[in-house]
């Protein structure tokens, strides 16, 4: 069974800090992962998305890689801002019959990040 | 097309009571997730629907839970009978599949008092 571990659970940073956030998964046979973030009561924003073919993807000063064979990847965000404290999520997929449609996502439990002006 | 679109956004509801939410997914996407997530979790997987079918539940689906999505576009999601546990946030996604990412919606939270 698939298992996904963020860590660590909270982050304070000060303003202009980079920072990387850490994601495990246990099965490495995944078919993509996905960051995600998500502000306190609401739903949740795509950041980054990587095909397990793919080693990294980067936005803007957000920057996602991904090492499938030893079941991690990493969020590296640069020059942080307060506008980034929310909460960031790992999510993974699995390949699903033949036609390689992901399936449902697998969530960690996520990092909430805080950064302070 | 404004993205995922969960109705409503917000429900108190008395323990006992029949809830329903709706998703209207991003118009292509044929297909559609439910997920519930509770305080600080991450979003668990409830059910999952390619067109009008639903192809897999989650054992978290009681048999108090019950989703449609009748022509393939929008769905809902019932819970019959509700209770204090159901609290949390219910969440919709839509995907292209293949090697396309989810979008979510805003989510409903359900209170059940």
């Known amino acids: 069974k698939q298992e996904v571990t963020q860590i660590p659970a909270a982050l304070s940073v000060p303003e202009g800090e980079n920072l990387v956030l850490n994601c495990s998964f246990t099965?490495?046979?995944?078919?993509?992962l996905q960051w995600f973030r998500q502000d306190p009561g609401k739903g949740l924003t795509s950041l980054l998305l990587?095909?397990?073919?793919?080693r990294e993807q980067t936005s803007g000063r957000l920057n996602a890689s991904l090492d499938k064979s030893s079941g991690r990847s990493t969020l590296y965000i640069a020059a942080s801002q307060p506008g980034d404290s929310a909460t960031y999520l790992c999510?993974?997929?699995?390949?699903?019959?033949?036609?390689?449609?992901?399936?449902?996502?697998?969530f960690g439990k996520g990092t909430t990040l805080s950064v302070s002006s | 097309d404004t993205g995922v679109s969960q109705n409503p956004r917000h429900k108190i509801t008395k323990r006992g009571q029949n809830v329903t939410f709706r998703c209207d997914p991003i118009?292509?996407?044929?297909?559609l997730y439910w997920y519930r997530q509770t305080l600080g979790q991450g979003p668990e997987f409830l059910t999952y629907?390619?067109?009008?079918?639903?192809?897999?539940k989650s054992r978290l689906l009681s048999d108090r839970f019950s989703a449609e999505r009748p022509k393939g576009s929008f769905s809902t999601l019932e819970i019959q009978r509700t209770e204090q546990g159901d609290s949390a946030m219910y969440l919709c996604?839509?995907?292209?599949?293949?090697?396309?990412?989810?979008?979510f919606g805003s989510g409903t939270r359900l209170t059940v008092v």
């Open positions: 118009s292509e996407h044929n297909r």
């Open positions: 990587i095909q397990s073919s793919q």
């Open positions: 996604a839509s995907s292209l599949g293949g090697a396309n990412g989810y979008t």
């Open positions: 099965d490495s046979a995944i078919y993509n």
């Open positions: 629907f390619q067109n009008e079918a639903q192809l897999e």
């Open positions: 999510a993974v997929s699995h390949q699903q019959g033949a036609n390689q449609a992901g399936t449902a996502l697998i």
